[in-house]
Structure formats: C-alpha cells, structure tokens
C-alpha cells in the first residue's frame, strides 16, 4: 500500500485510536460526531455553493444542536423539514425559516399553523396539486393566518416520449405550463401566499458517479447525469420565468443536494441550495467526483463474543438505509480496518458477527466503529451524539429520539 491509499489508511487508524480513547469511559453502543470533521464538511459545502446559501436538510442530521451549529456558520440559513409535525417543533424552538419540503396530510398540524401567527410566519409548506390546498382549507378551522406556499417541480430526466424516466417519483408538475398554472391556482385562493419553488434532482445529488470496481456503470451515471443537468437547468429556468410572470416575484428558488451543489449553484435560476447528509457524509457518499468529505458520524458497538478465529461479535448493528435493499444499505464496518459481514448473516438484529483478521486483535468489551449507509437515520437509533474534539468528548447533545420526537 502506498501513496494516497496509505495516507488514508494511517488517517484510519489515527481516528480509531483518538475515538477509542475519546470514549473509554462510555460503553458502548453509543454515537458520536467529530466536530472537527463535521465543521470542515461544512466549509466545504459552502465553497462549493459559491456565495449562495445552504439550506440544511434536516431529515440528514435530526439533531437540533447540530442543526443550529451549522446554522451559525456563514454560509447556511435556514432548514429543510420533513414533516409538518417536525416544522412547527422547530419553530416553536426558534428557527425562524422552516421549508417542509415534502406535502402533508397532517390536519391537526395544518390547524395550528393557520392559528398562529409566529407558526405561519415561519413554516412554509410544499404543494404540487389543487387537493393539498383544498385539505390545508379544510382542517385550518378558525385559523385565520396566511400559509405560506413553495411549490414543487419534478426534475426527473424522460427520455423517448416519457417512457423512460431516470429519477424519483415526486412532484406531477414536470413542465413550466404546468407550474405556472397551479401558481396562478394558488394566488386565486384567499390564505395562501406562493413564496418559491423547490426542485430536488435526487438522480444528481444523490447518486454516487464514482463507484469503485464498477468502471462501466460510474461512466454511465456520468453521462446521465451530465444529459440530466443541462435538461433540468433549462427546464427550471423556464419554470421560474413562468411563476414570476404568473403571480410576481419569489422569495426562494431551491434547488440541489449533496452531490450536485456546485452544479446547481452555477444556475442563475437558483437562489438557496439544499444540502444535508455532507455534513456526516455517510458511506453512500462516498463515490463522488465532485467532491470528498470526511466521515463525521459513526456509532459504536461493543464486542461480546469472540466464537473463533477471525471472528467476533458485537451487540446489535442491524441499522440498515431507506431505499432499495442491498448490500450497500448496510453499515459499513469502518475501524478497525479488515472487517466484513459474515455472507450468511449479514447486520443482526441482536448481533452480529465480523470476519477478518482485524478480529483476532479484539478483546470482549472492546468497539467496533460503523458508518450508516445513510446521514439522519443514524439519529433514529441512537438517544445522544457525543461531540468529539481530538480525543475528548466535549459535549453530548440529544437527537430528535433523545428529545422524544420520531417524526417518521
């Protein structure tokens, strides 16, 4: 080993032995944040947006004190939400600039938003069909407070005639004409104010173009994704021109994620970009060109039999990623260096076993480190971060869990 992967390797081991010491007086399981990663992901996050804003994508963090870290720094302003419930905790908490980026059918929510000025100033919702509008009328009661509005455009890429469809199934508003006609939709009904459009091109920003040992499928999703970019560029120019001629001007265009922040940064369309999960960069953001990151979430489980050689077992693990099962979905074993899943068992639920030479070295009681496949979920199974610096423990903040919210 030499070179590049070398340094890598030694940086490994460097972060093992600081985050071992960092928490031998905690057991294990348990979860941690290197500050200091996590700060300089946040630097690059805003070098890359180029001047524009970061909103945080908060279902990638779901962690308020994080959350207001890395809103303090220049650069960030303002959250991406998930749900409706999640929007007005926040900002009933004091973040005063909350995007739910997603619709809802939450009643009792859309209730007390529309009968509280503080609420409705803060929260704006998403919608992309008249019956969102209509459910929001229906459950405002006597909730007189004006709701605030972004509407969503599709991003997907279609191919021959709409056949082909290369992205998420969200938004039916895929063309300019149709945005433009549920903008002047909305500026007809009393209570409503359209502040922006949002426009997340997950086939971008979160599909890794770099993948190792997969030469073909990684120069593939570049094309793709290239084709993808300057359709979509255009496609969200014409759009926004379209609501601004429809109903005036708007307050936010947003756009972008992770892995496509320079890129949408560059539209002149765009005003704030979105970004989240490059804070932790799990290991599914791993295999990018456009940028690299440094891991700054991990969780820890203890080691607690050792069955033969090459082999041991640690409590738990079995925390697998949304999205289409697989192996990638999976934690990654990540320190000490040389582990892997047992084919046959896989991350368990109680526990599981590791195979590789690393194992011969580990005692009972000892931790091994695992990477989440993705950035927010990690919170949803652990109560606390413990904030790293070098090798202390200098805070333990709560998660979303650990302030007893599970908002999905």
């Known amino acids: 080993?030499?070179?590049?992967?070398?340094?890598?390797?030694?940086?490994?081991?460097?972060?093992?032995?600081?985050?071992?010491?960092?928490?031998?007086?905690?057991?294990?399981?348990?979860?941690?944040?290197?500050?200091?990663?996590?700060?300089?992901?946040?630097?690059?996050?805003?070098?890359?947006?180029?001047?524009?804003?970061?909103?945080?994508?908060?279902?990638?963090?779901?962690?308020?004190?994080?959350?207001?870290?890395?809103?303090?720094?220049?650069?960030?302003?303002?959250?991406?939400?998930?749900?409706?419930?999640?929007?007005?905790?926040?900002?009933?908490?004091?973040?005063?600039?909350?995007?739910?980026?997603?619709?809802?059918?939450?009643?009792?929510?859309?209730?007390?938003?529309?009968?509280?000025?503080?609420?409705?100033?803060?929260?704006?919702?998403?919608?992309?069909?008249?019956?969102?509008?209509?459910?929001?009328?229906?459950?405002?009661?006597?909730?007189?407070?004006?709701?605030?509005?972004?509407?969503?455009?599709?991003?997907?890429?279609?191919?021959?005639?709409?056949?082909?469809?290369?992205?998420?199934?969200?938004?039916?508003?895929?063309?300019?004409?149709?945005?433009?006609?549920?903008?002047?939709?909305?500026?007809?009904?009393?209570?409503?104010?359209?502040?922006?459009v949002m426009a997340y091109e997950g086939h971008v920003a979160g599909v890794g173009d770099a993948v190792a040992g997969r030469p073909a499928r990684s120069q593939a999703v570049r094309l793709m994704q290239s084709a993808a970019r300057k359709e979509l560029a255009a496609r969200r120019a014409a759009a926004v021109r379209a609501v601004r001629e429809a109903v005036g001007d708007l307050e936010f265009v947003n756009g972008g994620g992770t892995g496509s922040v320079q890129h949408t940064a560059a539209e002149d369309a765009v005003t704030e970009i979105a970004a989240g999960s490059g804070l932790f960069v799990p290991r599914l953001f791993d295999h990018y060109t456009s940028f690299s990151g440094r891991p700054a979430a991990l969780f820890a489980q203890p080691v607690v039999r050792r069955p033969g050689p090459g082999v041991v077992t640690v409590l738990g693990g079995g925390y697998p990623a949304s999205g289409v099962a697989g192996p990638d979905r999976s934690p990654e074993p990540y320190l000490p260096r040389g582990l892997r899943y047992d084919p046959q068992e896989g991350a368990g639920e109680v526990q599981t076993p590791l195979l590789g030479p690393a194992a011969d070295d580990l005692r009972v009681g000892d931790k091994v480190w695992f990477r989440h496949a993705k950035a927010g979920e990690l919170c949803e199974r652990f109560a606390a971060l413990h904030l790293v610096e070098g090798e202390r423990v200098t805070g333990t903040v709560p998660t979303y869990r650990g302030e007893g919210h599970t908002f999905l």
């Not at 590049?4 to 390797?9: T, V």
């Not at 630097?43 to 779901?62: H, T």
């Not at 962690?63 to 991406?80: I, K, T």
């Not at 007005?88 to 600039?97: H, I, M, P, Q, T």
């Open 1 to 196: 080993m030499t070179g590049r992967a070398a340094d890598f390797a030694r940086d490994r081991d460097a972060d093992r032995a600081r985050y071992d010491r960092a928490t031998a007086h905690l057991d294990a399981p348990l979860a941690l944040v290197d500050v200091t990663a996590f700060d300089a992901n946040a630097d690059d996050l805003v070098r890359r947006a180029g001047g524009k804003p970061i909103r945080v994508a908060s279902k990638s963090v779901r962690c308020r004190a994080l959350l207001e870290r890395a809103l303090a720094r220049d650069g960030f302003a303002g959250v991406m939400s998930f749900t409706l419930a999640e929007s007005l905790w926040l900002a009933r908490s004091g973040f005063d600039d909350v995007l739910l980026a997603y619709p809802s059918a939450d009643r009792a929510g859309f209730a007390e938003l529309a009968a509280d000025p503080k609420l409705a100033a803060a929260v704006t919702v998403t919608v992309d069909d008249p019956a969102q509008l209509r459910l929001i009328e229906e459950a405002r009661g006597d909730g007189r407070e004006q709701v605030r509005v972004c509407l969503e455009l599709d991003t997907s890429l279609k191919l021959l005639g709409g056949r082909v469809r290369i992205g998420a199934r969200r938004s039916p508003l895929h063309d300019p004409v149709q945005v433009a006609a549920l903008a002047r939709a909305i500026a007809r009904r009393p209570g409503f104010r359209l502040v922006g």
